[in-house]
């Protein structure tokens, strides 16, 4: 460790951004285009074996008094669909298995890239933004199939003057078409400024702890810096998943309901 | 694992450059084909899986535990109006059971009441049968008396005559005379 910190030369021991990097793990290059299994492919799977691996096999036994895998996975169905009752309205059921299919994935992925060395497959713009992108077309593919050109009407409030109008739909416009970047950026920027965090102040620990003596004592600090940021982290690893499932049910709900 | 994970720190430690070399990673769009298709592939089948799989089956149990639930409830309810009901139909076979005791207690007592009636009347009527009887010997011996009296009375009164006049007196003229002073001593 503190040969590291010397040949680092003064500058920053760890470099914060190097858990970010997309490394392949398997090459694959299917007519000229990367599509190679990388950590971050890795990860994906792991997230989505670990949600299947929930979902199902804690409720493999279908207990009628459930132990304590299927009671969670009970109480997470009933929050989901409380949530999507709630937010998106009766008619929105139909969507309930996608809306839990994103929560669980964010979830997941999220909690899992909190464990050391793994890769935190949120952490990434594109990933969010297709995730953000999907719920986008879906809702507004959605709103014209159930509604035809009334969806246009999401658009144009009521009791606005006339004069207002062009002005007040174009504001509607741009929020509308900015939801997706909001959406997508709000999860990644989230994931990883945490991350981020995480790693300076553990660059803080081994640069202040390489001092020796005094340093390690001082070291302390920031580690138990680290210990409170990642008990913040499981929170906003949380948080964040339920804002993108809950912006996701609002979104559905003008899409099925878009009288102002 | 565990060799993979010591080059990481390694690399991260002692080559801080490596980071910087393709910029910032998150906005590395050479890795935005990879990342896309294994999102695809990995996001479409857990919502596969999930879809047709592992949710249906979690909405069949807790459905099948509020039909459990709603059932039980049910059943007891049922339950409960049988109890009522026996308790109905108990109460009322006490209440039968106490009206039929009363109606035997008064059929009893009317029955003791009648036989006793009957015997006081039986015995009233042969002593009062014994009552007559006794007064009609009665009346027959006072009869039977009154007409010795009247003949002794005569007979009497001719010793006396005879005795009195010396000669016998006569005899019609004699009981005549008795039977109206009899009859004056009766009024």
Redesign the interface.
Known sequence: ?AS??E??GG?????P??????H?IIP?HIGG??????N??LW??V??VA??AF??FA?RS???V?GRM?SA??MV??FIADMVRDSAGHDAQRF???I??LF??ILFANLIGLFP?AFT?T?????TF??AATVFLGVTIIGFVLHGPKFLGLFVPSGVPMLLLPLVVMIEVISYVSRPISHSVRL?ANM?AGHITLKVFAGFV?SIGAMGGIGIAGAVLPLAMIVGLTALELLVAALQAYVFAILTCMYLHDALHPSH | MANEAHTDVFQEVHVPEAGHETGFPPFNAETFASQLIWLAITFGLLYMLLSRVALPRIATVLEERRDRIADDLDQAAQSKAKTDEAIAAYEAALADARAKAHEIAQKTRDELTAETDRQRHEIESELSDKATAAEAEIQASKTAALANVAGVATEVTSAIMSSLLGEDSDKAAVEKAVAASLRRGDA
């Open positions: 460790m590291g910190a040949q680092a500058g920053f021991p760890v470099d951004l190097h858990q970010f990097i997309v392949p694959i285009i990367d599509a190679s299994f990388t971050s492919s994906m799977v997230t989505a949600v299947f979902s199902f409720v279908r207990a009628m459930p299927q996975v009970e169905y009933q309930f298995p996608f839990f299919s669980m994935f060395y497959v952490s990434h713009i594109i990933v297709a995730l990644f990883l081994i």
